[in-house]
């Protein structure tokens, strides 16, 4: 298995920032293809906030590109989302997953963490 424990959520107004982490742990080696974030707003579906690959190639929702920037410590196993700009539909659990291939395991899996509360309001 593979834990990810996010920080950095919070109340903020609209057009502020925060910063998201995440970091990924085992208690054997693994690897990771990606590293991604979520985020599920009340009464709406789990989506794509953005994700970045091992190799650091990265893609974003429309609703967050110019604005939300993920990059990943490889070394450290973490992955960091700026998000700037924020506005009040962007109020909603933000969750960390990795797709990552631990050695005891035969095939990659998709990991969850427990997820932040991102609130944004005035």
């Known amino acids: 298995q593979v834990q990810l424990v996010e920080s950095g959520g919070g109340s903020v107004q609209p057009g502020s920032s925060l910063s998201l982490s995440c970091a990924a742990s085992?208690?054997?080696?693994?690897?990771?293809?990606?590293m991604a974030w979520y985020r599920q707003a009340p009464g709406k579906e789990r989506e794509l906030a953005a994700r970045i690959t091992s190799s650091c190639a990265t893609n974003y929702a429309d609703s967050v590109k110019g604005r939300f920037t993920i990059s990943m410590d490889n070394a450290k196993n973490t992955v960091y989302m700026q998000t700037n700009g924020l506005k009040p539909e962007g109020t909603a659990v933000y969750y960390c997953?990795?797709?990552?291939?631990?050695?005891?395991?035969?095939?990659?899996?998709?990991?969850w963490g427990q997820g932040t509360q991102v609130t944004v309001s005035s």
């Open positions: 085992s208690g054997s080696r693994f690897s990771i293809t990606f």
């Open positions: 997953a990795t797709l990552a291939l631990p050695i005891t395991h035969l095939a990659q899996s998709v990991f």
